[in-house]
């Protein structure tokens, strides 16, 4: 089945967002403001225990807000630190086809497989065992799963902390192929506390004390 949002651009708003686990922080989340209208390569750096994974659960609804709104208008598709508690299957193919979930043909099934492995960068791996891959592989798989279920909006949470500096490069390359592609272009949210990765990024806020800054040009990003 097509997914109806494959087309639409994503839209992601946030209200006067507030939120505290029970027992924890108050307002880890305090009165947050921001939206996301465009494609795009977009990223959020905070310091650890700034509530920044806490923040990516309220856009795709995992958690709700205690108060304000959350408006997530996009088919979003999730990225975690560690690639090893997201895979389930032995193989790139058949940890791609789990994700598939479209009733197509065996053609259009082989098609899809080789399209979003070269769109990855991992053209030639659909029989690999997912034991002999990098890590920095194993993440760009967890990519090219959310490409083939059609996935319009990338959450990314610190996707690089355990990779080595060759794979954490690739791996940002690969969002930023993606994220520029005019004729598909995707939106990724990327979530890191690296400085160092923020030159990728079309725009950079920093969320601190609950709130995230307005949008700024990597090159003019300050840290509050
Ligand atoms: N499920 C939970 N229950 C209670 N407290 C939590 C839970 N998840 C995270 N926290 C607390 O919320 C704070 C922010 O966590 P988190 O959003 O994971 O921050 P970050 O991703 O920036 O490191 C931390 O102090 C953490 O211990
Ligand atoms: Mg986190």
Redesign the pocket.
């Known amino acids: 089945m097509q997914n109806i949002l494959e087309n639409e651009i994503p839209h992601i708003k946030f209200k006067d967002v507030s939120f505290s686990?029970p027992?924890?922080?108050e307002d880890?989340i305090f009165k947050c403001n921001f939206s996301i209208k465009k494609p795009g390569f977009w990223m959020v750096i905070?310091?650890?225990?700034?509530?920044?994974?806490?923040?990516l659960k309220l856009i795709n609804g995992i958690i709700k807000p205690k108060n304000g709104f959350v408006n997530s208008k996009a088919n979003i598709g999730m990225v975690f630190q560690n690639p090893d508690h997201q895979i389930l299957m032995p193989n790139c193919r058949t940890e791609l086809l789990i994700n598939l979930n479209q009733n197509i043909s065996q053609n259009e099934i082989n098609k899809k497989i080789e399209y979003v492995l070269d769109q990855v960068g991992m053209t030639g791996f659909e029989k690999r065992p997912v034991h002999t891959l990098s890590g920095g592989q194993k993440q760009r798989l967890t990519i090219a799963c959310a490409l083939i279920s059609n996935r319009n909006f990338i959450l990314l949470d610190e996707p690089t902390a355990l990779l080595d500096q060759t794979s954490q490069l690739k791996v940002l390359q690969t969002i930023k192929n993606l994220t520029s592609d005019k004729s598909k272009p995707l939106s990724a949210l990327w979530i890191t506390h690296r400085y160092e990765e923020l030159t990728y990024a079309d725009a950079v806020a920093e969320l601190k004390n609950g709130s995230l800054s307005i949008w700024q040009k990597p090159s003019e990003f300050k840290y509050n």
């Open positions: 686990y027992g924890g922080k880890l905070g310091k650890n225990g700034s509530g920044k994974s806490t923040f």
